[in-house]
């Protein structure tokens, strides 16, 4: 054979390796986005989800003995996704080096359906996608991780139970601490608070601070956490490629007014009520004249309800019946200064302009007694599904029982007060919040109770803590993990304004202890003492962060806790609880 006969053919397979690579050896995370995740199990199948910066083609999952079964991939491209002079991304060390404004962002979002599953058995799976770059195209593999579709009931569990993420300094500790500690969990409940700023890309995929929302779940963080002048970089871990993850709404899953404003930060907190919307603009675009969840429910597949779709859901998983409520509000702050968009008050120059009100710490979706919400969970607590349930455990952002600082004001919608001048131009706007018309407390955690809930997971105040109401219903706090502002707790009152009792109910503002009323439950096992050594009933510490496993198996519900002040100190179990129990 002469060698014009051989180089042809010698050409035409490298051109062909070249082309569509070799799948087996392109394990490259770094060509991903993320690795892939879990959502929407049912009893034969899971959905994996993952996300990449190109479009390409041929996305799929691939399954089983030796990878030989596929599923299909559908992509989308996430349409709200933007960068922003906050953001941190690529090479720069300080925010504002590369985007001096709202900048989109193109992110694409693949998902596949695998199915004909066994339950109870789990199953080795990858995903590819393939990446077109010039003339070739290159296969792009993430690593092999495991998948199972829904548990049967009677299957023990552990479930990770958390909230509040944010990117805060402990989060990649604090899920890195969890995998070392237990290994592998079954499911992750997660009651609101992924990210800070929900429209942020790379506050999701890649802020250059290594921990961001998606890499702190699957061990792909590299967050260097600083303690006593020594730096030690946590990973967190590989959790969410393995379980399947269930999210509730808190109020950082939601953006406010679309295009208004010259920064996320500032669109995030421009949120006016749906009514002041459609009476300002009209009924078109109300997402973006109001506030949105658009890129929540573009990111998750989650169960869905009739009435609220993603946003409120209840679903069975094992022994376990969650019901996850959409229960948040827009946290304003609490100043009194005259140019603040406050809790309590509009700025004096904007007194003449509806449009550029914050109309107080408003309330996004309805859940009082009579709200389709209210009325869907009235339901839900009594089907056969809910009822039938082992476990019942209802999920929400808001808390309903804390020590912390966000349970002041009550939970209820404002009541604005227009003082006018004597010529009748508005002088003063003020609202006030009757703690006697507090939706959690007066409408729904009557409902739970008779329904003999047996707990309700919550975050928003940043602390660990729990609570048992009289009926035995448990409540748990469990979202500290790195920007907590404290437990009001013994000498240490909330730091309220002064306000002016002419014209505020100051009873309906609680400085000392849960506003509900209810006494915190000292930890069983081993409590943080306070500087005095006694034992405290919280864990409120930008240097202790703490993770809470629920164990289906056998009804018990743990807290862990790690000091990253002494990284080479075990794990400490500190509370636990059954179940059921008295």
């Known amino acids: 054979m ?8 010698l050409i035409a397979l490298l051109i062909l390796l070249l082309t569509y690579g070799c799948v087996a050896a392109n394990h490259s995370p770094a060509a991903l986005l993320t690795d892939p995740f879990l959502q929407l199990p049912t009893p034969t199948s899971v959905r994996v989800v993952w996300f990449t910066e190109f479009e390409g083609g041929g996305h799929r999952v691939e399954y089983g003995d030796g990878f030989t079964k596929r599923a299909i991939a559908t992509t989308i491209k996430l349409s709200r996704l933007r960068e922003d002079q906050r953001s941190r991304v690529g090479q720069q060390t300080e925010p504002g080096q590369v985007y001096q404004r709202p900048t ?3 992110i694409w979002r693949h998902e596949a359906e695998v199915t004909g599953l066994t339950p109870g058995q789990r199953i080795p799976y990858r995903v590819v996608s393939l990446r077109a770059n010039g003339l070739f195209t290159r296969a792009i593999a993430s690593r092999a991780f495991t998948l199972a579709p829904l548990p049967p009931p009677n299957t023990p569990l552990k479930i990770l139970l958390t909230s509040d993420h944010q990117s805060m300094p402990m989060t990649a500790t604090n899920l890195q601490k969890v995998v070392e500690t237990v290994g592998q969990v079954d499911a992750v409940f997660l009651a609101g608070d992924t990210v800070n700023i929900p429209d942020r890309a790379s506050e999701w995929f890649d802020d250059n601070r290594g921990g961001a929302f998606f890499p702190c779940l699957q061990g792909r963080a590299s967050y260097s956490l600083e303690r006593n002048g020594t730096a030690r970089v946590y990973t967190g ?9 269930y999210v509730a709404i808190g109020n950082h899953e939601i953006m406010g007014r679309y295009g208004r404003l010259d920064s996320l930060n500032g669109e ?6 749906r009514e002041v919307a459609l009476r300002l603009y009209g009924p078109n675009g109300l997402n973006n004249t109001s506030f949105s969840t658009d890129t929540y429910e573009e990111i998750f597949t989650l169960p869905q309800s009739p009435e609220g779709g993603e946003t ?3 679903t069975t998983i094992g022994d376990v019946r969650l019901v996850s409520l959409y229960a948040t509000n827009l946290w304003r702050v609490p100043s009194l200064e005259p140019s603040v968009k406050g ?3 509009e700025p004096e120059a904007k007194l003449n302009s509806h449009e550029d009100w914050g109309y107080g710490q408003i309330i996004f979706e309805p859940i009082r007694k009579g709200s389709p919400q209210y009325n869907w969970l009235k339901q839900e607590l009594s089907s056969p599904e809910f009822r039938q349930a082992r476990y019942k455990v209802v999920m929400l952002h808001h808390p309903t029982h804390t020590l912390g600082d966000n349970v002041v004001p009550p939970y209820t919608d404002p009541i604005r007060v227009v003082e006018r001048s004597a010529e009748g131009s508005p002088a003063v706007i003020r609202y006030d919040y009757p703690k006697s018309d507090d939706y959690l407390l007066k409408d729904v955690m009557p409902l739970l109770e008779a329904a003999q809930v047996q707990l309700v997971l919550y975050g928003h105040s940043h602390v660990w803590n729990r609570f048992r109401t009289p009926a035995g219903l448990h409540l748990l706090e469990t979202s500290n993990v790195g920007n907590t502002y ?6 240490n009152p909330r730091k309220l304004p002064d306000l002016n009792p002419q014209f505020y109910n100051l009873e309906n503002y609680v400085t000392l202890g849960d506003p509900g009323g209810l006494e915190p439950i000292l930890p069983t096992l081993a409590p943080v003492t306070g500087d005095d050594g006694q034992p405290l009933p919280f864990v409120s510490s930008n240097d202790i962060t703490a993770f809470t496993i629920f164990d289906t198996g056998i009804g018990t519900i743990s807290s862990y806790r790690f000091d990253t002040r002494t990284p080479d100190a075990p794990v400490v179990k500190f509370d636990e609880f059954q179940l059921g129990l008295g």
């Not at 002469?2 to 053919?9: A, D, L, Q, V």
């Not at 995030?268 to 009520?273: R, S, T």
Request: charged share 25%.
């Open 2 to 9: 002469t060698r014009s006969r051989w180089r042809s053919p």
């Open 268 to 273: 995030f907190e421009d949120a006016i009520p």
């Open 312 to 314: 409120y859901y209840a």
């Open 486 to 491: 404290g437990a009001y707790w013994a000498n």
């Open 104 to 106: 989109p962002r193109d």
């Open 237 to 245: 871990g590989e959790i969410i490629q393995h379980a399947p993850l």
């Open 343 to 345: 809790r309590f008050r």
